[in-house]
């Protein structure tokens, strides 16, 4: 009694048979009286000078009465478990069927989808699961890409590390200060790249450590902002501050706004060619503090407006200073901890060549 198949059939037939029953008792009660009503009326009150023939035509009519009720109920009862029988494994085909696909998602396989039955909450089932398929298989391919990438980030500096002291410990190249400083500095990259990854675990999964604190955004971003302007400069650009005509306060974690602000800058910088100018902007909309870095680089094309905050994406043909191109888990981070704050950050561009502008929205502190 444990399958459901054998639960439907049995429900069926159970309620044809009380169906039958309820139908049984209340035509042997009605029946009688009713018959001799209508015999009564029929032999115009004939019947109460015959009572032994009345008495026995009442037994046969009730014979036949119990007779037909039994035929019926028989019937009815075939006929419920017949029709139940189909219902229950109308209903269970499906059922199986989302189970071989649950247990072919257990084992790591998610493309095939289930197809979708006519019974509305089945089929509300049915699509939750093949969302849950799609969005499995889509972490899937990010936890492959990952690794790969990953790899692919930690192979330059480890092959610049291991050439380098390969040549040295052969004496091809003489362990110099300056020798040993490069090496250095692809260890500290190694470090940096080793931070990053622990920052996005962390933004993605929803864990980032935030010490809130009441300030005014505006003197927090542009203090972040000035500190690259050195950077800014060497690259013949412009970098604009405008300030908020009055105070944006927030409850935010200063160091990690700043961390927002620098990775915009910087990547402005970088998508930015001589000439240009990179602009750096807070100001309130009703309850949001809006932290704006725009410049007159490169530009987003539409369908790179949002995977540009995808880790390790980088825009294709996009533009580097030096060997520096960014370890592509910047603007990951950056949203993370936007969002950590209650906020979002969205990017903004009329299309390529036409610039880019970063825009992150704050909670203001309620008054």
Not at 254 to 262: H, I, K, L
Not at 302 to 309: C, K, N, S
């Amino acid at each position: 009694m444990n399958r459901l198949v054998v639960r439907l059939i049995a429900s069926h037939a159970i309620v044809a048979v009380l169906g039958a029953t309820a139908t049984y008792l209340i035509v042997r009660q009605l029946a009688p009286n009713l018959f001799d009503q209508n015999m009564m009326h029929a032999g115009n009150g004939q019947m109460m000078g015959q009572p032994q023939n009345g008495a026995a035509l009442r037994g046969q009519f009730a014979d036949a009465v119990d007779q037909a009720l039994l035929v019926g109920t028989l019937v009815g009862a075939a006929a419920a478990a017949l029709f139940g029988s189909l219902a229950a494994f109308g209903l269970v085909r499906p059922l199986n069927r989302l189970r071989t696909a649950t247990g072919e998602m257990a084992r790591g396989r998610y493309a095939a989808p289930v197809p979708v039955p006519r019974e509305r909450e089945l089929a509300d089932l049915v699509t939750d699961v093949n969302t849950l398929g799609q969005a499995l298989a889509t972490t899937e391919q990010r936890r492959v890409r990952l690794i790969g990438e990953v790899a692919h980030e930690m192979r330059t500096p480890l092959t610049v590390i291991d050439g380098y002291v390969e040549a040295m410990i052969d004496g091809v190249m003489p362990a110099s200060a300056e020798k040993l400083g490069e090496v250095s500095e692809e260890v500290r990259r190694l470090r940096r790249l080793s931070e990053n990854l622990s920052a996005l675990s962390r933004a993605e999964e929803g864990r980032v450590d935030l010490d809130l604190r009441s300030g005014d955004l505006d003197e927090v971003i542009h203090a972040a902002a000035e500190r690259l302007r050195p950077q800014a400069e060497d690259a013949g650009l412009a970098l604009e501050l405008v300030v908020a005509d009055r105070p944006v306060v927030a409850v935010v974690d200063r160091d990690r706004v700043a961390q927002v602000v620098t990775n915009l800058v910087g990547n402005a910088i970088r998508a930015t060619p001589g000439g240009g100018r990179v602009t750096v902007t807070c100001r309130r909309e009703g309850d949001w503090g809006v932290i704006e870095v725009a410049d007159t680089g490169e530009g987003l094309a539409a369908e790179d407006l949002d995977r540009v905050f995808e880790r390790f994406y980088r825009v294709p043909g996009r533009r580097s200073v030096g060997q520096d191109a960014g370890s592509g888990i910047g603007l990951t981070i950056a949203r993370g901890i936007v969002r950590a704050h209650g906020g979002e950050l969205v990017a903004r561009s009329e299309g390529p060549g036409r610039g880019t502008s970063f825009v992150a929205r704050l909670p203001l502190a309620q008054d």
